[in-house]
């Protein structure tokens, strides 16, 4: 049974920083590109950023590039986003997903697996 568990959400002023992590069990990890998404009240999930198996090669929205970094840990199975600078418009719902795929997608269909997601809001 494939888990995705999303951790280190919160509540941070604009400026700061948070660290999400998700620890993955179930799969090979290291066999699979992830993903981060999040969605805000009302909103359509959107991609936030991705990273290959190996860790080499990593995709942001533009909206978080230069803010954003994403990492991964294969000896852990867990992914990682640090998010820098934040904004009251990053505030969302924030999930890991696993991509059984050799490049990143933007595109939440093309993931198979999803974490519960964690919340994260940025107060002005």
């Known amino acids: 049974q494939v888990q995705l568990v999303e951790s280190g959400g919160g509540l941070v002023q604009a400026g700061g920083s948070l660290r999400l992590s998700c620890a993955a069990s179930?799969?090979?990890?290291?066999?699979?590109?992830m993903g981060w998404f999040r969605q805000a009240p009302g909103k359509e999930r959107e991609f936030v950023a991705g990273?290959?198996?190996?860790?080499?090669?990593?995709y942001y929205a533009a909206s978080v590039k230069d803010r954003f970094t994403v990492s991964r840990d294969n000896a852990k199975n867990t992914v990682y986003l640090q998010m820098n600078s934040l904004k009251p418009e990053d505030t969302a719902v924030y999930y890991c997903a696993a991509n059984a795929a050799v490049v990143i997608s933007k595109l939440s269909t093309n993931y198979d697996y999803w974490g519960q997601g964690t919340q994260v809001t940025v107060s002005s």
């Open positions: 990273i290959r198996q190996s860790g080499g090669t990593t």
């Open positions: 179930g799969l090979t990890f290291s066999m699979y590109v």
